[in-house]
């Protein structure tokens, strides 16, 4: 670009000396020959110029292209609810009943789910006549993502629970065992079986058997609603 208008400048020069020492018909035609060179010197200028500013613009959308692409991953997580699993001769009832009360586990720590049967019980359990938290196989913690059909198994490689606290009706509850064990069964699904369990043996106080593999609330007839205070630990994702 430098050499380009140098040129024009030294053409300008020489015409100029033409013009003064020399003859009119000389001079013409250094005019004309100046007048040539420096109009492609300028015309060479611009094009050069043109051609660095297309350059750059081009390499300028190019950077700003790449810088716009970016990358999302899925957060590691699993939900999980309190289940009801009747055993209910007098309504015939042997389903299982699932809290609206969800918590989502990320890490290890303590969580909190309760079960009422105010707002949790389905129009199918009523109608059964289903009232109350009696007539029980087990109440337990399990993978929603499981239960609702979504997935097949929970993604976890490990994790172990302890039972903190089991609350009826305001009641608390005398845990038995609060020792961590693992939360998986073997079929990979996060399924905990208890705390209250007809089969296995409950991990609190103040159960009451009401006929083979039944349990009862023993001081408490009509028990409406149970809140189960656990600790995750171990916790590893797939």
Known sequence: MKKKILGIVLA???????TACGSSNDAATATTAATTVATTAATEAVAEATTEATT?????????????????????????????????SDSNYYSTEVSSDEVTVTENGQYELTFDCATDLTDN???????????????????????????????LKTADIRWDKVVVDGVELAVTNSDFKSALKSNGIFDTNDPINSWDGSAVEGMVEAGEHVLDFADNENPQKITVTFTIDNLEFK
């Open 12 to 18: 300008l020069g020489l015409m100029c000396s033409f």
């Open 56 to 88: 750059t613009t081009t390499e300028a959308t190019t950077t700003t292209t790449e810088a716009t692409t970016t990358t999302t991953e899925a957060a590691a997580e699993i939900k999980l609810r309190l289940n009801v699993l009747y055993n209910d």
């Open 125 to 155: 359990a009523k109608t059964a006549g289903v009232r109350n938290l009696q007539h029980l196989t087990a109440i337990f913690v399990y993978d929603q993502a499981v239960r609702d059909g979504s997935e097949a198994a929970s993604p």
